[in-house]
């Protein structure tokens, strides 16, 4: 049996991997507080292989700086969960695989592990592709660990869907108003 919540995913999920394989693109993940839910998100929908390359699961910052090339003073100056690191992580991902598009989270997923700057449930978000990189902070202020972790994986797919919105719309391929503007 699908979990509740893992069902309402399923969907959007679908909806990611046929879009992307309309405009045969390809995803690459690097997740820290997900730990891979992006991936296996992906993953689970029949056909993805047409359209997810990698994940990279970063948990640690040895993990970024090895893996992400994350540089150790952004972790030193700014800290894991920061925009910095995100923007390096999707860079990074984006260096270190074949992919069209990247969509790295590093946050607080809780229960603890927050502070006064640094609250539980901050999440630091960064698609990046051949235009550049887009950067969302999110403050989910309800929910435990498990629900603010599904909240990370419905907004990196709705990050995904305005990268690939706009590589289309950068290309005239596309007609519309992006993602973000949508009901």
Request: aromatic fraction near 4%; charge should be negative.
């Amino acid at each position: 049996m699908i979990p509740p919540v893992q069902d309402k995913l399923r969907p959007a999920a679908e909806t990611l991997v046929a879009s992307f394989a309309d405009a045969k693109l390809s995803i690459a993940t690097a997740e820290s507080c997900t730990g891979g839910m992006i991936a296996a998100s992906i993953t689970d929908i029949p056909g993805s292989s047409a359209v997810f390359d990698r994940g990279f699961v970063t948990y640690s910052n040895r993990a970024k700086i090895e893996m992400l090339g994350v540089e150790p003073t952004t972790l030193e100056k700014h800290g894991a969960v920061s925009e910095a690191v995100a923007r390096q992580m999707a860079e990074g991902a984006l260096r270190r695989s074949t992919a069209d598009v990247t969509i790295a989270v590093t946050g607080i997923a809780g229960p603890d592990g927050g502070s006064a700057e640094k609250p539980v449930g901050l999440v630091h978000f960064a698609c990046a592709d051949r235009l550049g990189v887009i950067h969302r902070k999110m403050q989910f202020s309800e929910g435990n660990r498990d629900e603010i972790r599904r909240a990370c994986v419905a907004t990196a797919f709705m990050l995904l869907d305005e990268c690939l919105w706009r590589l289309s719309h950068a290309t005239g391929e596309a007609e519309g108003t992006p993602p973000s503007s949508r009901p």
